[in-house]
């Protein structure tokens, strides 16, 4: 795996784990709390959902033989849920992923501090990226290419936790439009991403039945 390949598997993991759509839920549920508190939350959170995602990581290649599930299928159903998320995140009025967080979205401050649930799991952790990473360890062969995966989740981890901080003190200046664009642009972004992985997977189907 060269490095280009693996900055490619961050960004679009960054992209998955969505951290401009989730920083306006994030800002309400933690604007109760004092800035360093926030903060402190913030970067707790942050190891959480890494450490969630490289469990997977870990996990995904035994899951996947225990099961028997095919590369290919794995690759189809990834592309299948980014193409979801994609569509969620540019039209937002048909989101099928819907994760139950209008409760947050209302504005109302919780009565303590969020703690796993639910910013890291479900607002940041889902089955998109749950089924990326363990796509990635199917296709990491060697120590040196599962050195680099688990490089690319960590540094893309820190990234949206880093990212969902910044953009909920932007919200909190610029207002939820400056989210939205931002939803709309990785959206397109991610439908481009999911449809080749979707190609990727129809390929490798047709491969294995020769």
Excluded: K
Excluded at 14 to 21: Q, R
């Amino acid at each position: 795996m060269n490095g280009e390949y693996l900055f490619s598997v961050a960004v679009t993991l960054v992209i998955i784990l969505d951290p401009f759509g989730n920083a306006p839920i994030v800002h309400s549920l933690l604007r109760g709390l004092p800035p360093r508190r926030r903060a402190w939350v913030m970067a707790r959170e942050t190891l959480f959902f890494t450490l969630v995602l490289l469990l997977f990581y870990a996990l995904g290649g035994s899951l996947l033989r225990y099961f028997g599930i095919s590369e290919a299928a794995l690759t189809l159903t990834g592309g299948l849920l980014l193409m979801l998320i994609a569509v969620g995140l540019v039209f937002p009025r048909i989101n099928v992923l819907e994760d139950g967080s209008a409760e947050a979205e209302t504005g109302r401050t919780p009565a303590h501090e969020p703690f796993l649930v639910p910013i890291t799991v479900p607002l940041v952790v889902g089955p998109a990226g749950m089924a990326y990473v363990m796509l990635q360890a199917s296709f990491s062969h060697g120590a040196l290419a599962h050195a680099g995966s688990v490089g690319a989740i960590v540094a893309a981890c820190l990234a949206t936790g880093a990212l969902m901080g910044l953009a909920s003190g932007l919200i909190a200046r610029a207002g939820r439009l400056f989210a939205v664009v931002l939803e709309r642009v990785m959206g397109t972004l991610l439908a481009m991403i999911a449809l080749e992985m979707l190609l990727n997977g129809v390929s490798m189907y047709i491969r294995s039945l020769s």
